[in-house]
Each structure stands twice: as C-alpha cells, then as structure tokens.
C-alpha cells in the first residue's frame, strides 16, 4: 500500500472514529437528562459551514475536478 | 402481561463506542452472507429473506458483543443487530466493498442509523439535530478527502456538490423549525434521504 493510500485510510478512519465517539457521548448526555444548549447547535452549524466551505473550495479550485 | 410490556418499554440501551465499531464488521458480514446466499435459489424467495437474515444479524451481534463483554448484550444484540441486518438499503450488493476505508463510511452510517432509529435521541429533538450536524459535518469532510484523492469523476463531483448544499439547507431548515416549536418537520426525513445518498457514495468510492 502506498503511503498516499495510507494516510487518506488515516484520515478517514479518524473522521469516523472521531464522530462515533461524539455521538456515543451525546447519547450518554441525552441518558443522564443533559439539556443541549442553542449554543452547541449553533457552533455545530458554523462545523457544517465550515465543511461545506472547504468542499466548495476543493472542488472549485480546480477546473478539471 | 401489562406489566411485562411496560417493562420492555423501560428498557435502556447503553451507547457505547464498542457497539458502534462491533456493528461494522457485523454489517458487513451480513452483506458478505447476503451476496453469498443469493446464489443459492433457496434464499431468493422474500419470505425467507426477510425472516433469515434479520435473525442471523441479531445472533451474530449478540455473540459479537457477549464476547466483548457488553453489559446487557441481549437487548443491545437485538436492537444493533436489526439496524444491521439491511434495514439500511445503502449496503445493497456491497460484499465486493470490504475494504479498510469502507469501516469509515460504515461508522458513519451506523451514526446515522442510531439517530433516526434510536429512541434516545428521538426523545430530544434538539440532541437529534445536534447529533445529525455532527454526522453531516464528518461526511462532507470524508468526502472532501476522497475528492481531494481524485476519487471523484466531474459528474459525480457536481452531483455530490448539489447534494451537500441540499443536506445544509435541510438542517438550517429543520434548526429553523425546532425554534419555532416544530419538533418534526418535514426537513428531517429530507435531511435523511441526502445523508443517505451521500454515504451510498462515500461506501462506493471509500472501497475502492
């Protein structure tokens, strides 16, 4: 396996391994009664913007793509 | 017999990050059992498939997290097991998709079904937002990557882009409605349908 395929398995694995978890925990909060605040959806939105932003710009900064 | 059924009702199922990465390999045994069984005339009749699968799904799951020691590995077996029995369409014909960076699409397609089919979170409308901006975020991002590796035709590039900018919208729609006391708009199964397509993708590029 070459060292290219190796990092984007990498990155792939820790972006799903990542958000398993954080999911895994905001069950738990939602278990114990945490309430989630307007705040947390708020900066979870500005997340969204974000990857869509960078999608955008890899995929308009090259013609060909 | 009230009594029984109100107890079933009480039943809780501890999330835990070894579920989720266990029910991976799990779907993908299925799958993997599926396309083989396909080939054998006796497993093509709906009646069968519809009976047999489910039960080897939540057999296998209860073994897989007895084995790892999950606390209450009967009911977190079945519940985990039928989420990864098909009830998700996008590993349709995948057995050729076992490959490492698959898991990652897996992972995240195990989030999106603990979210649409998890009680916990359908019991609080806000952690199921919340929990679908942060499954939303990590799959754009994945996809990013794979476009960033050229796994990605133009086509398919646009497709993706139209798709994405879809799913955002539904979740500011679906934030927007939650405001205004709407805890089920119709944004949500909108929503669902593009993370769907969307993962349907990254399973396809991820095992390539």
Same mark, same amino acid.
């Given at each position: 396996?070459?060292?290219?395929?190796?990092?984007?398995?990498?990155?792939?694995?820790?972006?799903?391994?990542?958000?398993?978890?954080?999911?895994?925990?905001?069950?738990?909060?939602?278990?114990?009664?945490?309430?989630?605040?307007?705040?947390?959806?708020?900066?979870?939105?500005?997340?969204?913007?974000?990857?869509?932003?960078?999608?955008?710009?890899?995929?308009?900064?090259?013609?060909?793509? | 017999?009230?009594?029984?059924?109100?107890?079933?009702?009480?039943?809780?199922?501890?999330?835990?990050?070894?579920?989720?990465?266990?029910?991976?390999?799990?779907?993908?045994?299925?799958?993997?059992?599926?396309?083989?069984?396909?080939?054998?005339?006796?497993?093509?009749?709906?009646?069968?498939?519809?009976?047999?699968?489910?039960?080897?799904?939540?057999? #296998?799951?209860?073994? *897989?997290?007895? &084995?790892? +020691?999950?606390?209450? %590995?009967?009911?977190?077996?079945?519940?985990?097991? =039928? !989420?990864?029995?098909?009830?998700?369409?996008?590993?349709?014909?995948?057995?050729?998709?076992?490959?490492?960076?698959?898991?990652?699409?897996?992972? #995240?397609?195990?989030? *999106?079904?603990? &979210?649409? +089919?998890?009680?916990? %979170?359908?019991?609080?409308?806000?952690?199921?937002? =919340? !929990?679908?901006?942060?499954?939303?975020?990590?799959?754009?991002?994945?996809?990013?990557?794979?476009?960033?590796?050229?796994?990605?035709?133009?086509?398919?590039?646009?497709?993706?882009?139209?798709?994405?900018?879809?799913?955002?919208?539904?979740?500011?729609?679906?934030?927007?409605? =939650?405001?205004?006391?709407?805890?089920?708009?119709?944004?949500?199964?909108?929503?669902?349908?593009?993370?769907?397509?969307?993962?349907?993708?990254?399973?396809?590029?991820?095992?390539?």
């Amino acid at each position: 396996m070459s060292t290219t395929s190796t990092l984007l398995i990498l990155k792939l694995v820790s972006e799903g391994v990542g958000v398993a978890k954080e999911i895994a925990d905001l069950a738990k909060r939602v278990q114990a009664g945490d309430e989630i605040t307007d705040a947390e959806i708020e900066q979870a939105r500005k997340q969204v913007s974000e990857s869509v932003a960078k999608w955008d710009a890899e995929t308009s900064s090259d013609p060909e793509k | 017999m009230e009594e029984q059924i109100q107890q079933l009702n009480d039943i809780e199922v501890m999330l835990t990050p070894l579920m989720m990465v266990l029910a991976v390999p799990i779907s993908f045994a299925i799958q993997f059992i599926k396309a083989l069984a396909n080939k054998i005339e006796f497993f093509k009749a709906e009646e069968i498939k519809k009976s047999f699968f489910p039960m080897i799904s939540i057999a #296998l799951t209860i073994g *897989a997290y007895y &084995i790892a +020691g999950i606390q209450d %590995f009967i009911i977190a077996g079945v519940v985990m097991g =039928l !989420a990864a029995s098909g009830g998700y369409q996008a590993f349709s014909g995948s057995a050729k998709l076992i490959k490492p960076v698959a898991t990652t699409a897996g992972v #995240l397609l195990l989030c *999106a079904i603990l &979210i649409f +089919g998890c009680e916990t %979170f359908k019991s609080d409308p806000k952690a199921e937002l =919340l !929990a679908s901006q942060k499954t939303f975020s990590a799959t754009v991002d994945s996809l990013t990557i794979l476009q960033v590796a050229g796994k990605f035709s133009t086509e398919e590039t646009e497709q993706l882009t139209v798709l994405i900018h879809q799913g955002q919208d539904y979740l500011i729609e679906w934030e927007g409605a =939650l405001k205004a006391g709407n805890t089920r708009p119709d944004a949500i199964s909108l929503f669902q349908a593009v993370l769907n397509q969307l993962l349907e993708y990254e399973l396809v590029k991820g095992g390539d």
